[in-house]
């Protein structure tokens, strides 16, 4: 095999690595939301986190406080931030959380919880289509 034709393999790599990165956390999440309980939280704060080290972009991460189900109060924080934000200090979310740890708690919005398995498969099929594309116009081309 030459090293153009190789070489040529790294999309179709990192494809099926994306993808499969995205179906186990998307496993991950599924698996959590059938044990998860359900209850009502307040927003308590926004918190401003920049996206990398210069002073360029970042987003508002909304800090909740729930009551668990046998009264013990938890504040958690959530992993997805947004520009502008997506709540409001005392607003009320539905959050999920894992009886078994209640910090690891998720507000129950179809973006908090799916937003990163759908980007990195989307990167994964594309990355895996234009690769598998480029492996084949090498092998034909032939």
């Known amino acids: 095999m030459s090293e153009d034709f190789l070489l040529s393999l790294v999309p179709v790599g ?10 186990i956390m998307y496993v991950r999440i599924r698996l959590f939301l059938k044990t998860a309980q359900a209850v009502k939280g307040t927003v ?3 918190v401003y986190r920049r996206k990398s080290t210069s002073n360029r972009g970042g987003g508002y991460l909304p800090v909740y406080r729930f009551r668990t189900l046998d009264g013990k109060k938890i504040t958690a924080k959530d992993s ?3 520009n502008p934000p997506q709540f409001q200090v005392g607003q009320e979310v539905d959050v ?11 507000i129950n919005k179809w973006l ?14 594309l990355f ?3 690769g598998v594309l480029i492996v084949f116009s ?5």
């Open 138 to 142: 090498k092998v034909f081309a032939n």
């Open 128 to 130: 895996g289509g234009i």
């Open 96 to 106: 999920l959380y894992n009886p078994e740890n209640p910090h690891n708690a998720r």
């Open 44 to 46: 308590i704060e926004m």
């Open 14 to 23: 990192v494809g099926f690595l994306l993808f499969g990165m995205a179906v």
């Open 112 to 125: 908090n919880l799916y937003f990163l398995p759908v980007l990195l498969g989307g990167l994964g099929l």
């Open 80 to 82: 997805l931030s947004r």
